[in-house]
């Protein structure tokens, strides 16, 4: 499972043109979710939302990266990505095999999505498998990877 993270002062996807999710300051979370993933996902995902709101990459009062998204009452936009599973090793042409297939990473995803509303007030998503536009203020830039490979 991989989480690409942006620290954003606001983010806002749409699908058709409609505004389907739109946050203020907190994180944008990219969600991918691979084929290894399937079999324990659900424990994957507990250690990946409890890594990802732990996360101190916030300002504090003296300029450093010392909070967390709920000590500045942040929000989550969270968007199913399988391009994050891109085989880009042969060819031109990204290969997606290791990404998990549509029902069971909708599966995940909706997970992801129930676990994080448990912990954050405002918690917002995209349209699974749907071709969305996504805007954002990267604050920072800030941007982190959570691979559940590189977890202890």
């Known amino acids: 499972m991989r989480f690409l993270i ?4 606001e983010a806002d996807v749409s699908v058709d043109g ?3 999710g739109k946050i203020g300051q907190g994180f944008l979370v990219f969600v991918g979710i691979s084929n290894s993933d399937v079999e324990n996902g ?3 995902a ?8 732990g996360l101190r990459i916030f300002s504090d009062e003296n300029g450093k990266t010392n909070l967390d998204l709920k000590s500045v009452d942040g929000q989550l936009l969270i968007i199913s990505q399988f391009t994050l599973y891109a085989d880009c090793r042969k060819g031109n042409r990204p290969s997606f095999i290791n990404a998990a ?7 995940l995803y909706e ?11 405002v918690v917002e998503s995209g349209s699974f498998g749907a071709h969305m536009k ?5 604050d920072g830039p800030f941007t982190v990877v959570l691979d559940s490979g590189d977890m202890a």
């Open 18 to 20: 409609q505004s389907v």
């Open 134 to 138: 996504v805007s954002l203020i990267n």
């Open 46 to 53: 507990d250690k990946m939302v409890r890594k990802m709101l």
């Open 101 to 107: 297939p549509p029902s069971e990473a909708n599966a």
């Open 6 to 9: 942006q620290r954003v002062s």
């Open 42 to 44: 659900e424990k994957i």
């Open 111 to 121: 997970y992801i999505i129930d676990k994080c509303r448990q912990e954050i007030s």
